[in-house]
């Protein structure tokens, strides 16, 4: 029973993107989470940005609290069930990972002089954050808490850049024509996303449908 | 020597590290529930059915080699009743209470305090005093049990549990999870999915139904 438990939470995507390490004949930037320990592996997870240089055999790790480097970015202990959420190469990985490489450090520092486990700032709301000084259009899973995390009251474009958000502590809401329709109550995400469709939830890999992309 | 026993309570007071002194049990659930109205004593009631999305989030915190501590909770549901489709709500804060803890992340424990509940155009929304009752006994493998009774500010409800030895709603749930214990970190811990019998009771009338969840407990070793 434990493992059709365990089985019923991990495949609750369809079509995830496998974990293959991309050529390194041009520049590649991937955005990949896993899940944190237990006993909160299936309600939390925790995000880096893995980006390597053309030619270039390893990997710089950016996260919070710190910068890493690696030659496997999907092994990063001791993140459980990683999951790739997006790729980018060549021209629009460099421009990427030239913007990351000028402003994760003050992120990652700020976020470390005022980190809160719960609801935020923390390692996810570093992936919010650097997603949208970047302009990298890609959305962080519903149980990557703190994600949505915009101080006492804050509203803007989202990370995916195709809709809005307001967020409190308490309650938030994002609309978007990709990111569908999605409520935040003390952090669990409620929702539907319109593309790929599925259902968000705030448990497992955060939604029930199509693996986002 | 009334005076040196200030002196020495100061003192330890001093020394005391809130942290390394603190102890306790916390709990976290996700729940989805529906019931329906299995029996009427007032005739039928304006909702018949009541499915609700459920996250709960409650704990004892103790100090660290004591059996008894304070508990404290926040619950908040959203759903809908079948009837009208109309948009349900439950949220209640519950801040005062004690639990005591068994074994080593088993506890019962009660606690008081305010909430609101209601279904726009069905339930009549109103301000709930709620007193809840929680205990939970295992590891992995662990049973559930929550009875909650309130008394609701609204007329139309008043009185609306048959059974409720006191208030004027009732809810229960009853389940087991099938799940993983663990001890890292010199924390014993455990999660996972559970179903369970809910049971509520308002407007005079018994609901019964089925609570699908998942579950995640932690504790400091007393």
Known sequence: VKRLAGLALASCVVARQPLVVPANDVTTVMLVTGELGHPIENIARHPWLAVRRAGEAEWTLYEVPSTTSTSDPFQHSPYLDPILHKVWRGAEADRAADCIEHHAEAIIRDIDDHYVFYPGPNSNTFGDRILRACDLHASLPSTAIGKDWRGWIGAGVTSEGTGLQLETPLVGVKLGLKEGVEIHVIGLSIGIDFWPPAIILPLGPGRLGFADR | ?222
Not at chain 2, 16 to 44: F, I, K, N, S
Not at chain 2, 102 to 107: A, K, M, V
Not at chain 2, 189 to 211: D, I, K, W
Request: proline share 5%; with cysteine; charged share 20%.
């Open chain 2, 1 to 222: 020597m009334k005076a040196w026993a200030v002196v020495v309570a100061l003192c330890a007071t001093a020394h005391a590290d809130p942290v390394e002194d603190a102890g306790g049990v916390a709990w976290m659930h996700y729940e989805a529930t529906a019931v329906h109205d299995v029996a009427q004593t007032r005739g039928v009631p304006p909702a018949r059915d009541l499915a609700l999305a459920s996250a709960h989030l409650h704990g004892i915190l103790a100090p660290r080699h004591s059996r008894f501590g304070l508990h404290a909770g926040f619950d908040l549901a959203l759903g809908a009743t079948a009837r009208g489709a109309a948009f349900a709500y439950d949220v209640q804060l519950v801040p005062i209470g004690i639990g005591m803890r068994l074994g080593e992340t088993s506890f019962i424990a009660v606690a008081a305090g305010a909430g609101a509940m209601g279904a726009p155009g069905t339930i009549s929304g109103a301000a709930t005093f709620p007193v809840e009752l929680d205990a939970e006994a295992g590891r992995g493998v662990r049973v559930l049990a929550r009875a909650r009774v309130l008394l609701v500010e609204r007329a139309s409800r008043s009185d609306g549990s048959p059974s409720a030895p006191f208030g004027d709603e009732l809810d229960a749930m009853l389940g087991l999870r099938i799940g993983s214990a663990y001890d890292e970190y010199g924390f014993p811990s455990g999660n996972g999915l559970f179903v369970a019998a809910a049971y509520r009771e308002m407007y005079g009338a018994r609901y019964a139904g089925v609570t699908l969840g998942y579950s995640i407990d932690i504790a400091r070793p007393r």
